[in-house]
């Protein structure tokens, strides 16, 4: 994994704070993400985890603070945004449309191939296993070849073995200098796959 300070950061957060109404999500959150790192986003419910991701991915406008990343941004929220009724080819191509991804068709093969869904390409998405529509999720974030992928809760509801292929596929994204924040409420699986770990409590960065 890169070292955040060795080289150039693809993420730097100074100061994000949310607000909403009288609640504080985020106080005054900064932290920096290397090239390449992997790292764990870790907090009880309601500690702010999915508020940051989705400031992150310019989902939500923080009040205060300011945010840099080198490149785009992919977003893989953890309710699976897939369409059932289409098959996994369908899907590709309607977000990269969406996303409006120069050479659509060639994004659609590269997520196929780099996701190992190119058996499935045909399948409707409703008719996959829970792994198989997890790692379309995360192809859809992948389209614009993101610089920084964001995932809220990748491994959740997967059996065992389809979380070890899960984490493989996200390893493999690190390994190309992909930038992966992810959270989770596993900590032994955030210890035993994250390079870092981030922590939050009440909306307040404790450790990372």
Not at 67 to 87: C, E, N
Request: aromatic share 4%.
């Amino acid at each position: 994994m890169s070292d955040p300070a060795a080289g150039a950061a693809a993420c730097e957060a100074r100061g994000l704070t949310k607000r909403f109404g009288d609640r504080v999500a985020l106080d005054s959150v900064s932290f920096t993400l290397g090239s390449g790192e992997l790292v764990g986003l870790v907090g009880a419910n309601g500690a702010g985890k999915t508020t940051l991701l989705s400031v992150l991915a310019g989902v939500l406008a923080p009040d205060t603070g300011t945010l840099s990343i080198s490149g785009s941004v992919g977003w893989v929220p953890q309710s699976v945004a897939v369409y059932s009724r289409l098959t996994v080819a369908e899907n590709l191509r309607l977000f990269a449309r969406l996303e409006r991804v120069d050479d659509a068709e060639s994004a659609v093969a590269r997520m196929l191939q780099q996701t190992r869904l190119s058996d499935r390409a045909r399948d409707q998405a409703g008719r996959l296993s829970g792994g198989n529509r997890q790692r379309l999720n995360i192809a859809l974030g992948l389209l614009a070849d993101p610089a920084v992928l964001l995932l809220d809760e990748p491994t959740a509801a997967l059996d065992p073995d389809q979380r070890e292929r899960m984490w493989e596929f996200i390893g493999a994204l690190a390994a190309r200098e992909t930038t992966v924040l992810f959270s989770s409420h596993e900590l032994s699986e955030v210890e035993r796959r994250a390079g870092r770990v981030l922590a939050l409590q009440d909306g307040r960065l404790v450790g990372g």
